[in-house]
């Protein structure tokens, strides 16, 4: 069968087995979907909503397997769509951060009331920026976001906003260029993992498919780990940018898919509640309903110490 499997460069670990050709061993009828090529229909405004094009496209037949941060599949399923969970990795707490200019005023997520905050809506940042404001007693409602992900970092220098939600490379060249104070760490607040999902259908008739997508993950996140640069390189070739500052990133981060556990569908939830309460989402969402446990072995079985970093 063909399968189709998404991937775009803010999953790294897809982004590279795309260009590796790990996969096509074992499944030579392999279509690779560029997500930045499909149609996003209109994107709302952070405070009408979260934009789920990735959530969406697994139904309609744009692909069948994809990696994301946390908060599509949360889109998804409050969609009403049936994922699955398959993997996530270890927390990435070193990929990015809250942020202002030093001398703004602004000290801690709390003096955020009435300002401006850059952020990319419907990624991971979008779940660090809500704990962050209820952690300091304030609702989506108190702040103005600004979706811009891919500017954002000029926003921010230009002072055309008072906070970001920064990720690295781009928070690289930020630190080189401002004195910046950090408002909240990711760490201790969010894991902000990576996290790979499919269709229910998909994980129940096609397993073995599913286990050839997981193993060379685990094999070319392997050689992520052993050759960052050349990694690095594939990154830079696509956008442009710069290959030390994307080495830089990629060694700040973990590589290499785990189980499904209880401590992320709890933190799951809690972002999944938070979303439904600033209302960006419609409805109530169970994380745990999206989880098979019996894809936590198939996991296992691959996991980075079972593969050779080559």
């Excluded at 790294?12 to 149609?39: A, K, M, Q």
């Excluded at 697994?58 to 397997?65: E, Q, R, S, V």
Aim: hydrophobic share 45%.
């Amino acid at each position: 069968m063909s399968v189709k499997v998404g991937y775009f460069p803010s999953n790294n670990s897809l982004w590279v087995l795309r260009h590796r050709g790990i996969l096509e061993r074992t499944l030579p009828g392999v279509e690779w979907v560029d997500l930045r090529s499909l149609p996003a229909g209109a994107r709302p405004s952070p405070a009408e909503g979260l934009p789920s094009p990735h959530g969406d496209h697994l139904f309609d037949g744009g692909y069948d397997f994809i990696g994301t941060g946390s908060t599509p599949p949360v889109t998804a399923q409050a969609k009403g769509h049936d994922i699955v969970y398959v993997a996530v990795s270890d927390p990435r707490h070193e990929n990015g951060r809250l942020v202002a200019r030093a001398g703004s005023g602004i000290a801690s997520p709390a003096d955020l009331k009435g300002r401006r905050v850059a952020l990319g809506h419907g990624s991971w940042q979008t779940t660090l920026l809500l704990f962050a404001l209820d952690g300091a007693g304030l609702t989506w409602d108190d702040i103005e976001p600004v979706d811009a992900y891919a500017g954002a970092a000029d926003l921010f220098l230009g002072g055309e906003v008072d906070a970001w939600v920064g990720s690295y490379p781009a928070l690289t060249r930020v630190e080189a260029e401002a004195e910046l104070v950090t408002l909240v760490e990711t760490e201790g607040l969010f894991s902000h993992r990576s996290l790979w999902f499919t269709r229910r259908d998909f994980a129940e008739r096609h397993r073995d498919e599913l286990a050839a997508i997981v193993a060379a993950l685990q094999e070319s996140d392997a050689w992520i780990r052993e050759d960052p640069a050349g990694a690095a390189a594939l990154f830079a070739a696509d956008d442009g940018g710069d290959v030390a500052a994307w080495e830089n990133a990629l060694r700040r981060r973990p590589f290499g898919l785990r189980p499904v556990g209880a401590e992320f569908v709890a933190e799951q939830q809690r972002a999944a509640d938070l979303f439904h309460a600033a209302g960006l989402i419609d409805r109530e969402i169970d994380v745990a309903a999206a989880v098979l446990p019996e894809l936590a072995g198939l996991v296992e079985r691959t996991g980075p110490a079972a593969v050779p970093a080559g």
